[in-house]
């Protein structure tokens, strides 16, 4: 184990504070469908002999990922392998290939994994079942940044910049408001359970110190595993309150939702919010979750990017 401690050490700190961990799922970038099929084109045109999968995340979000049928992963090993990239910075410096265990798809084995940034906040990741596949995909590496700068650079920096979840983009009835004070709403969490795939604003005033934040967590993490396995596992609305603000969890058979609000906020109000949120957040669901793409081994560039890299003046909106 010589050398892993600062990477088992952020494995327990993500267990503490981050969002995708605590709720056992995955967190993917708020992206116009338009844009992630078009990522997902790209994609597939980077395919090469025994492609298991491929993948563009961001430090904190997913973008794309398209993986063959039989390779099967599930969010732990998404968070395993982004983490591991992420606390290495060589990685940022120059594209590497390295050996790494996914789990789920087998726990006796590795896989082969090209990494290389396409962009200063860009990462992609070509996983291969093949150990000296890494000529063929640092050329396939080589189409794909292509195509992504040629076409996606823009729209994909937008999007990372902006943030079309937070609590002053949402309508009014669904708890918006332009700063404190004028919504009782102060963070949510959504959870879709079939894509285990979760989507939240970042913290704001009045959760913008980590002392809020650390307790907001704690309280997500007591919520969830209560519901999970506790007595409340068949309870639909789950309370929360104390001297700083107060839970609501919402729970269904397709998604989960969780909302801090005021803590004097009143019950009846904090319910009318939750569910005008939801309905909301369905509303938005096709450019908000993330799809899990198809990879196929029929051709080497398909014929949309194909074209679309044959035009470098055009990016996609």
Avoid at 44 to 58: H, K, R, Y
Wanted: hydrophobic share 40%.
């Amino acid at each position: 184990l010589g050398g892993t401690g600062p990477l088992l050490r952020s494995v327990v700190h993500s267990g503490a504070w981050e969002l995708p961990v605590i709720f056992g799922g995955m967190s993917p970038l708020p992206l116009e469908l338009s844009l992630r099929k078009a990522v997902s084109q790209c994609l597939q045109g980077s395919f090469v002999s025994d492609l298991m999968c491929a993948m563009v995340f961001t430090n904190t979000r997913l973008i794309c990922i398209s993986s063959r049928k039989k390779f099967k992963f599930d969010h732990n090993d998404i968070f395993l392998f982004t983490n591991f990239v992420r606390m290495n910075e060589s990685f940022k410096q120059n594209e590497s290939f390295t050996p790494f265990c996914f789990p789920s798809f087998n726990p006796d084995a590795f896989l082969y994994v090209y990494v290389s940034y396409i962009s200063q906040d860009v990462c992609l990741a070509l996983i291969s079942a093949r150990a000296d596949s890494f000529h063929e995909l640092a050329q396939a590496k080589e189409f794909v940044q292509g195509f992504f700068k040629a076409n996606l650079e823009g729209a994909i920096s937008k999007a990372l910049q902006g943030d079309v979840l937070k609590i002053r983009e949402l309508p009014l009835s669904a708890g918006g408001g332009t700063g404190f004070g004028t919504t009782p709403l102060w963070h949510y969490v959504y959870f879709h359970k079939k894509l285990r795939q979760q989507v939240s604003p970042d913290f704001g005033p009045p959760l913008h110190q980590k002392k809020h934040q650390k307790m907001v967590l704690q309280c997500y993490q007591q919520m969830v595993l209560s519901l999970k396995s506790g007595s409340d596992k068949h309870t639909t609305v789950s309370w929360k309150r104390t001297d700083t603000f107060a839970m609501v969890a919402c729970i269904s058979i397709d998604f989960d939702l969780y909302a801090v609000f005021d803590a004097i906020v009143d019950s009846d109000l904090a319910v009318h919010i939750c569910n005008q949120l939801c309905t909301w957040i369905h509303s938005k669901e096709a450019d908000i979750l993330m799809p899990i793409f198809q990879l196929k081994s029929s051709s080497r560039v398909t014929a949309a990017a194909k074209r679309a890299s044959l035009s470098p003046g055009k990016s996609i909106h």
